[in-house]
């Protein structure tokens, strides 16, 4: 029994040792452990600080925007001129010019022209066609120049347009921005179609259609 006491004494101190040695790992974690949890403290803050200085610029950025926007509303409200709408005849009106008497055929085609235009130029073929089936349907053909359009009559005389009767009134009295600009009205006076610039070919089937 004397030489068992020792052993179990040994065993006793290792145990306390052992138990010791866990408290103190416990206590006092290995410093590989304790570098981790701080880099993944930074790591947490820095990304929370990065997210916050996100939000912050794509904010900022739209508040930019959103002031840009409003900006260039104001200036094209207030302070750019607007831009004139371009007048554009309507089917139905009735057409009242200096010289016009509607009454006089059944249809009337009605030639807005300008002085220096080429595309009233590069017209006068279509339109001498034109005139010349105007008289075949009893219909009559009006050329209407701006005031003060100097020698009108031999401008289209030269171009073979030798029937046209012609009359002068401002453009902005007939509707009209741009020439050519071709009309055919009733015995009223009433537009039933008109054609704004050079026809193409489908067009000008379109405008022969109206005279039957």
Known sequence: MAISEPKLSLVRGANVQKSSTEIKSLTNPPPQLTFQKISFSLIFVMLS????SLLETIVNILTIVVAVAFLALLVHKYVLPNEPKAKMP??????????????????????VLMKGCRFCEDSMTFYKDLVRRTLQ???RTIAVFPPKTENAEGYVQQF??????????PLGDLDVDGTPTLFVTDQEGRIISYWVGRLSKEK??????QLE
């Open 49 to 52: 600080s990065n997210r916050k």
């Open 90 to 111: 309507t089917v139905g009106n009735i057409v009242s010019i200096p010289g016009f008497e509607p009454s006089l055929s059944k249809r009337n085609v009605l030639l």
């Open 137 to 139: 349907n009893e219909a």
């Open 160 to 169: 073979g347009l030798d029937s046209v009767q012609v009359t002068f009134a």
């Open 204 to 209: 000008e089937a379109e405008v022969y259609s």
